[in-house]
């Protein structure tokens, strides 16, 4: 990214940073900087903001802990706004909550639970409490996390021939479930996935 090449002048020296949650993808939160602030989140890979209030260079979680952690910086097309792709150490809201757009009446994005799911999977498989049904199948062995895959898969079939809805719906649920563990077992992710999947739509000629 070249800096010298973005919309500085257009609102007195700053532009509009936009953070998404590098691992599922929502937005949250937004905020200003300057060309002082971006060299600062390059250089120490903590995202850093200009405060306009203050005056001054805050970098996100100074005071809570909750700090942003780069991975990639973005400009949009006209290069007056940038896209700040981070990983979150804790909430990224001041009132608490996992995103400043979780306010009443709000909710994240249904389709980014997964993504969720995946990061506890993930913590379970890290952690191993005692009495986790997911550390029972992760100690189990990836033969019996594809065994359980398989039934969940004839028993999710078996549900939409019955024509059952709510079955097939908690069927479905639970075979994602233990296709998501079946991924760690073998050290693979979700995005990954999806970019098979993304690949084969981009190679669809139908």
Known sequence: MKLDSLAWEKMGLMIP????????????????????????TLDTGRVTFWSRSREQLWTKGE????????????????????????RPLGPACH?????CFDGEGSSE????FLAELERVIAQRDDERPAGSYTTHLLESGVKRIAQKVGE?????????????????LNE???????????????????????EVLNNRHGNDAG
């Open 172 to 194: 479905s649920a639970d075979l994602i479930y233990h296709l998501l563990v079946l991924l760690r077992s073998r050290k693979l992710k979700l995005g990954t996935l999806v």
């Open 17 to 40: 940073a936009i953070v998404q949650d590098a691992f599922d993808g929502r937005v949250l939160m937004q905020a200003y900087m300057n060309r002082q602030a971006l060299d600062v």
């Open 95 to 99: 009132l608490g909550t996992d995103s």
């Open 152 to 168: 969940e898969g004839v028993e999710t079939a078996l549900a939409a021939v019955a024509g059952d809805d709510e079955e097939l």
């Open 63 to 86: 005071t809570s802990g909750n700090y942003l952690e780069l991975v990639a910086i973005e400009p949009d097309c006209d290069g007056d706004c940038l896209l700040i792709r981070a």
């Open 109 to 112: 994005p249904r389709l980014a």
